[in-house]
């Protein structure tokens, strides 16, 4: 075989069109590490804040201290994450009225905590967003933005978070960011193989990538109950001209156009 024949062939594998399915998979394998790091974390926070409450006492942020050497190693172990921890719901500490128990990595690869004065008299309320009201809400994790993370990195990101409940309580998220452009570099060459437009939306609309020019990455896609969406079948949902497809396992969608009666 001469050398442009194994190039025409090694390009045409890099293009061969996916489907659907395989797509969808592909992408909650990439997401599911990074649950995977807000899962040990949640765990290691359950742990810590038990502790405290097996004691006879409210938790006080230095106990969160015991989480580091877990969240050091979540942002070596895991490429895509780029700052982790958990974040308090309000109240639940005995010392501050609020805390982010958050390490985050530098452009040079050192790891570092964000620091923020929550006990100021302008405190950050940050229980409206996304990343920390739906787990709150439903019980479930959950995949918020993109957006740009002003409170952390002021880079454009995904924030993926789970509830941290302990005796049934509600104590607050563990939680992971990335940004965008590594999301991006991870998923769009999936996209780009399936045979039309597609995007990836979270369970408010949110667009978190898309090959779809009417369809910007950040913009809402209306319409469609996308949380109904995540809870239903596998293969998925048809909405006006449109195959909405839970992606396997991660709280994500595909979308695209559904295909033609009689077509799987």
Not at 54 to 73: E, I, N, Q, Y
Request: with cysteine; aromatic share 8%; net charge negative.
């Amino acid at each position: 075989m001469s050398s442009n024949t194994r190039l025409a062939n090694a390009g045409a594998a890099v293009l061969e069109v996916m489907t659907v399915a395989d797509v969808d998979a592909r992408v909650g394998d990439a997401l599911e590490g990074v649950f995977e790091a807000v899962g040990r974390t949640a765990a290691d926070t359950q742990a810590v804040l038990a502790s405290a409450m097996r004691d006879g006492r409210r938790p006080v942020s230095a106990d969160l201290a015991a989480l580091r050497p877990g969240l050091h190693t979540c942002l070596t172990q895991y490429d895509l994450v780029s700052g982790i921890g958990f974040v308090a719901t309000p109240g639940l500490l005995d010392d501050v009225p609020g805390w982010l128990e958050w390490w985050q990595t530098r452009a040079d690869g050192a790891v570092h905590p964000l620091l923020l004065d929550l006990d100021h008299s302008a405190y950050y309320d940050y229980t409206h967003w996304d990343w920390f009201s739906l787990p709150r809400d439903t019980g479930q994790r959950a995949v918020a933005g993109p957006y740009v993370d002003y409170l952390c990195s002021d880079e454009y990101s995904l924030t993926l978070a789970a509830p941290v409940t302990v005796e049934g309580r509600f104590t607050g998220v563990a939680a992971a960011d990335i940004y965008l452009r590594r999301f991006e570099a991870v998923v769009m060459p999936l996209l780009q193989r399936l045979p039309g437009p597609a995007r990836l939306v979270n369970a408010r609309g949110r667009v978190a990538s898309s090959t779809d020019p009417r369809h910007q990455v950040g913009s809402l896609t209306k319409g469609p109950d996308f949380a109904a969406v995540l809870n239903g079948p596998a293969d998925g949902a048809q909405h006006g001209g449109l195959h909405l497809r839970p992606c396997d396992g991660v709280p994500l969608i595909l979308v695209t156009a559904a295909p033609p009666a009689g077509r799987p």
